[in-house]
């Protein structure tokens, strides 16, 4: 049936297991990742993740948050359920909103090595503005380290209407 | 009446027939394929295809996604009613969000030996978190090949909001 | 400058105070309220809040809703900064969509004694489903009990439409 | 040109004039209204008012809010330039939500004498929530005041969708 | 081919005439109407009117609306080019928001004598302040005037969302 | 595999049939039923028609609609292809939009036999002005006859918001 | 943390296990519930399933469709997880549109013997129309009994628009 | 009154024609064109064009989409009213839709022999899956024509979301 | 209190005076300008203006538009009051869109001299098709008329959706 | 708990203070910024600012706007708390749209010496025209400066639809 056999999951620990365990605190390796079948071919991959929540550092308050993450494999993608599990552990994690984003694609260059990658964090607003930072990097001495600039360059130059309802 | 004649259409087995039988097992031969009658001009054909079901490799559960085709005709054109039993096909088949979309852009290829091409996958969520891969590819040595680089740099620089519901 | 003078406010310990304590156990004693200035008028406050997160009681993987509630105030209003506290205290609880819907309207009922009161909850997917539970309440012996069981008889003959993107 | 002569206008000393002043002090004698021509029928008029603003009695914070005004008039209309002159009026007042859009009612019942009012505010969140107080009025021992009680009865069933955003 | 003869279309002069005249003067004459082929049944006709424009009687400054005329005829039914003509003709007259929905109601009941009818006007802002009026009708000593009371009891509980933009 | 057999699909002789003849002439016969397996319950079925178009009767152009139906049924329901055929039938037919719908309603009478049924024609504008008619009916002499006439009593308190764009 | 208890939760077989089965295969045995932990109180649960799938019982081509079902426990709820699974069991099957959404309601019934239920499944148009059909019951003899014709009677006054993209 | 005289417009005979005659067969004949009174300058003239329909060439059902028509003019333009006749000439024509939007585009470089001309045709569903072919053309041998190159390149990064309601 | 004093406004005659003048006849004397007061930077100045209304040359009945107008403000800006009296003057004018269009930037840059400017017109439809012209302009000799062709080469990849509604 | 410890955040007098005065007479000192803690890497902050309001500089008639503001940092980050403060202080200020989004650009280079900012402000219809100007800088002498040039270049092909409701 699946075009996926064991060997190809073995890497995996997380997803269909019964035990999975929640980690409320910050934990880059609860990442995992497995191979990547279509090595030959750039091709992008996309997580959107609206559930995401973190701490404010000053106050404590909860901050809520979309989290878009695309990237262009090399060698290894990212188990989507593993992401979940990272993502949940900022829950009681306390840093500003331009901080978290940079976390984040930190660790996902850490652990999956991509060609390229970009985060884009859309928070919900305290006191009438809200905060969305997005960052994004190219493999250092490749042409995706040019792909990197030229889509900052490019960046966002239609801003989505928000009216904080 | 009609802009194309019998002799134009002779190569479809499955468009109009009565006794369409839908496999359910992975099948790309059901790809059919008709004669481009403006071969001399580079024009896109897109698919919006919002029916895709598969399973999960691991789990057997089903998958659900809505399919993004477009592609630009070189010497055929993949007829509709075959590009629809070739999804279905992926009823009962296994296999990664990332790796579908890779396969069916891979079986366009082969079947209809495209110009340029482009897959984009839009899957629901499972805990939370969805997952939109998109490949393309330009036949290469020809400026498609060019083509598809410069499209996969100006990918998704918007991407849609998503909030689960 | 201000319609509300500090008399009409000396309830409020919560209200713009400084060390603000975010407790993320659930604790109903965090509901403050004030005054009615228009207490021979019967009308409707609502409060709208997106940013909910609970647990799920067996698995301990969180769960994120809009909570929507509507009351008619007697003599009390809840003041929103304490009703914010008090929703983020079911950030570390467990509980079914259906319980939690419940668990808040009781407490909105014996902090405020309202007239009459609903609560909603729109949560996100798990497994492809959502669940939005209702309920409502009216005081016991007045008219608004009826009230209850009028807008029940009446609720939501027009679902949202729901798409899990 | 016009249904309305210069007779029916003489009352109305804000609308065309050059020498507007904007008050910034709540001052409900800033409303101006005309006659009714259509007395013998009972219908609607609506505001929208999406510029409305004040401030937060305890922090002196700015809120924002959209007003929706509805009545049915007796003898006499409200003039809307002289509307918009007493809502700016809000624009260095400090009153809770709730209060506001009370005060508002009370006002415009004692400027026109109307049948029927409403009045809705949909304020924008702080803390995450957001507040919409609804009020109705109906003339007391009238049809009207029946009238009130079962809209408010019917009312807001249908929570519009918010996300802050 | 059309199941309206030459004989039901006679009374209309104006539907397919070539020397259509526009008047831009106030003109209730215009409108014309045909034969019910339904008399035996209660339906509803609506018109959906975004180009209408008026001016203000007190400036001069033109308004513009959105008119949705919803009735129930009787014997006989306005003709739609009549309609679009006669709301020509308020290009160049000056009246208030309130009364022109009142006049084109007036007029349409003197037109045609239905047995229920409504008229809702959405202006565009002036001031930052946009106005809907609505009134309705039911033939008197009929149970349409018992329908007209009740569809204005239950007017516009849910007022659109109005930002100005 | 089928919950419906053979047996019960014997009346249906479009339904999956290869020689389907496209009739644009109007043609009531094209409508087809089959047996209600559930007559104890009434329940609505709706179908949205979004691909609906006929001619002007005084002009001979093309006119574009949505029609929506919905009915409850008795013993027999239409079947979904005879449906498109039917109305498919109304492609070279002239007349006007109040008498298609009412057409339509009197021959899904006659074909079906409901206890209820209203069919809603939402056109395309002609001249700025767009027309949507409505009618419904109910079993004379049952309670459905008084059905009819409350929901002819409530129809359309929102008339959705149109701009010719 | 949880307020349900390990008690409250041992009816459950599915949620949380390992070894889920997926079958493809319409089962009804599928369906497990909890216990209503606020029996005293008339509450709404709604479920949102836009992943559901079927097979034309003529054609066996895939059918898709939105299922919302909202329901009044009596002593029982059904819990999420067994709900997908049964609903997955409709993949292999075949039935009318009309008939799926009457099965699912009485399975429902059977399954938790609820005060009040409601179906509606909104499918994807084939041929160009699309069909929504809706069910609900009340438990006989009840106050729900009449609640059912009486949302029967109220029910989509206001189709939502479909344009087939 | 008018920028534009008699002698500008008397190449027109359709526009203002009582005559009109609808043709239900493909004729491009029926196109007329005017002076394009700003040939020294570059600019686009786009039609939308939601009211075509065609005829499936196999089944000779009917097919329905949206046409969306752009150009920048050189010494003509294409006269609106003689673009609807010639779209109506479809009514009765056979022909797939990705040929459909060749022969448009080819007959308007024909009539008008602008500087660039693009056709895009959005169709509705047939068998759950849509088609929306693109072409465009720029004149051979200028700079057009690599205008046309680039805007294939860049051509729908962005798909429309389509779920077939 | 205002960054603007007295001297910088002294050029403008209509914003904030009582005796305005409506001029129903076309009149590019009515703009206005006044003082760039940042000279040394290039930014964009746009202007919303969706109640624009002429007449056809042809038949003389009123057409509606939206329109669009975006600058880079050389020494002078356009002031927005006279703006709005300039496009009233095309009340009782007529022309066709394309014109309109093209004219409106002509009489900009006439009193302007802007760097760069770019209009947009979205017509209503007339016989199921609307126009919408687009026109840009580059000071000659400048960087500034390469910009123009720039955008022209990009301009409008992804028409709104439009279905005359 | 925090990735930002106490020594990161002493510069900040604003965040989480209770004294906060809101001052609302234009003060760019308000502006407090903290360190990057992401030097090396180019990456966007965004701020969405629905609820800015300001005078006008010749009426004193409010103005409302929404205002974006995007930049790349160098070494330090705007705080978004005085950011809001600072917006606050333009609630008594007069000044024309162009001007007061150029001083607010000119404040935040001041405040925080970045290497890209733009700021687009979109305002609320006077007299049914709207105004959004947008301007951005680049840091003179680096890539930034031709950052800003390009992004001038392709700001806003696709203006937002206004309908002024
Ligand atoms: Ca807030
Ligand atoms: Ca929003
Ligand atoms: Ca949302
Ligand atoms: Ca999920
Ligand atoms: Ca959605
Ligand atoms: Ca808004
Ligand atoms: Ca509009
Ligand atoms: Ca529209
Ligand atoms: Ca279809
Ligand atoms: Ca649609
Ligand atoms: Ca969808
Ligand atoms: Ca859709
Ligand atoms: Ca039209
Ligand atoms: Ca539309
Ligand atoms: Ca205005
Ligand atoms: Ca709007």
């Known amino acids: ?64 948050a979309t989290i878009y993450i695309s990237y262009i494999p090399d060698k290894r993608l990212v188990e989507s359920k593993s992401l979940k599990l990272y993502l949940f552990s900022f829950r009681n994690h306390g840093d500003f909103h331009e901080d978290c984003v940079n976390i984040i694609m930190n660790d996902l260059i850490e652990a999956m090595d991509p060609k390229y990658i970009e985060v884009w964090g859309k928070f919900t607003p305290r006191g009438g503005i809200s905060i969305d930072p997005y960052c994004n990097w190219g493999k250092p001495g490749t042409k995706y380290e040019a792909m990197a600039e030229h889509r900052l360059l490019h960046h966002d130059l239609y801003p989505e209407k928000v009216d904080n309802r």
Do not use: I
């Open 1 to 64: 049936m699946a075009g996926r056999g064991h060997e190809d999951l073995q890497d995996l620990t997380l997803l269909g297991s019964r035990n999975t365990r929640y980690a409320y605190t910050y934990d880059p390796k609860l990442l995992e990742t497995f191979e990547n079948k279509h090595p030959g071919r750039d091709y992008f991959v996309k997580f959107n993740c609206p559930e995401f929540t973190s701490l404010c550092p000053m106050t404590g308050q909860p901050d809520f």
